[in-house]
């Protein structure tokens, strides 16, 4: 069956560092990968996505990487500030008007 | 920009209680989708529709019901609130010509079931 993992444990990181945060996936072929914001009692929000035939997208400090050899997907924080602090979450998907799984996500706390 | 409402940020029910849960958008999408959340469980389908009055279970469909009877609403219904229905339910909308399957969630209803 279709897995999705991410990191269950939180990742804690100094403000200014770059938090990378790993989204694994299994007996999946997707042609997207989505990454996820959520902040605690709201809903996720939709961050970026990425193309099977791209290797790398940014969108201003943030970058995603996706390796369909690997079945991994890299989610970049650059210059991390404490407003960064969230769960993120990354949801592979093959599209075409389809529903979404999600991975369980990963929190990030940026300490000062 | 896509929004997405829910009717209530929280709600509490007493056991037994038929409870209404309702989301709409403004965005003329397809797809609507009820999703609970709980630690540690991460994001979980109870319901999706693709189009007014279809429905679709999703991976935990039991002890709920849903409806659509316009295409920018969707309802949640427990039919008889139990404590384990306890959590954070989570509306969602996509456009499925989008192709990416992008969703856009609401804001959520926290429901305590005492």
Same mark, same amino acid.
């Given at each position: 069956?279709q897995?999705?993992?991410q *990191?269950?444990?939180?990742? *804690? $990181?100094?403000?200014?560092?770059?938090?990378?945060l790993?989204?694994?996936?299994?007996?999946?072929s =997707?042609?997207?990968?989505?990454?996820?914001?959520?902040?605690?009692g709201?809903?996720p929000? &939709?961050?970026?996505?990425i193309?099977?035939?791209?290797?790398e997208k940014?969108?201003?400090?943030?970058?995603?990487?996706?390796?369909t %050899?690997?079945?991994?997907?890299?989610?970049? $924080?650059?210059?991390s500030?404490?407003?960064?602090?969230?769960?993120?979450?990354?949801?592979? %998907?093959t599209?075409?008007?389809?529903?979404?799984? &999600?991975?369980?996500?990963?929190?990030?706390?940026?300490?000062? | 920009? +896509?929004?997405?409402?829910?009717?209530?940020?929280?709600l509490?029910?007493?056991?037994?209680?038929? @409870?209404?849960?309702?989301c +709409?958008?403004?965005?003329?999408h397809?797809?609507?989708?009820?999703?609970?959340?709980? =630690?540690?469980?991460?994001?979980?389908?109870?319901?999706?529709?693709?189009?007014?009055?279809m429905?679709?279970?999703?991976? $935990?469909?039991?002890?709920?019901? @849903?409806?659509?009877?316009?295409?920018?609403? &969707?309802?949640? $219904?427990?039919?008889?609130?139990?404590t384990?229905?306890?959590s954070?339910?989570?509306?969602?909308?996509? *456009?499925?010509?989008?192709?990416?399957?992008?969703?856009?969630?609401?804001?959520?209803?926290?429901?305590?079931?005492?």
């Open positions: 069956s897995k999705i993992e *990191n269950s444990e939180a990742l *804690n $990181i100094q403000e200014g560092k770059t938090a990378t790993t989204c694994n996936y299994t007996n999946y =997707p042609a997207y990968l989505q990454w996820y914001r959520q902040d605690p709201r809903g929000v &939709f961050l970026l996505l193309r099977e035939n791209e290797k940014r969108k201003e400090r943030l970058k995603v990487t996706f390796d %050899t690997l079945k991994q997907s890299l989610f970049h $924080i650059t210059a500030q404490p407003a960064d602090s969230a769960t993120y979450l990354c949801a592979p %998907t599209g075409g008007g389809n529903k979404l799984t &999600f991975g369980t996500g990963t929190q990030l706390k940026v300490e000062l | 920009d +896509v929004k997405v409402t829910q009717s209530s940020r929280y509490v029910k007493r056991t037994g209680e038929k @409870v209404f849960l309702e +709409v958008q403004d965005m003329d397809e797809n609507m989708f009820w999703y609970r959340q709980d =630690p540690g469980l991460g994001l979980r389908l109870i319901y999706f529709s693709y189009d007014v009055k429905k679709e279970k999703g991976d $935990i469909p039991e002890g709920y019901s @849903v409806s659509r009877e316009k295409k920018e609403r &969707f309802s949640l $219904i427990l039919e008889s609130a139990s384990n229905q306890t954070m339910y989570l509306c969602a909308s996509s *456009n499925p010509s989008a192709l990416t399957d992008t969703q856009y969630f609401g804001p959520g209803t926290r429901l305590t079931v005492l």
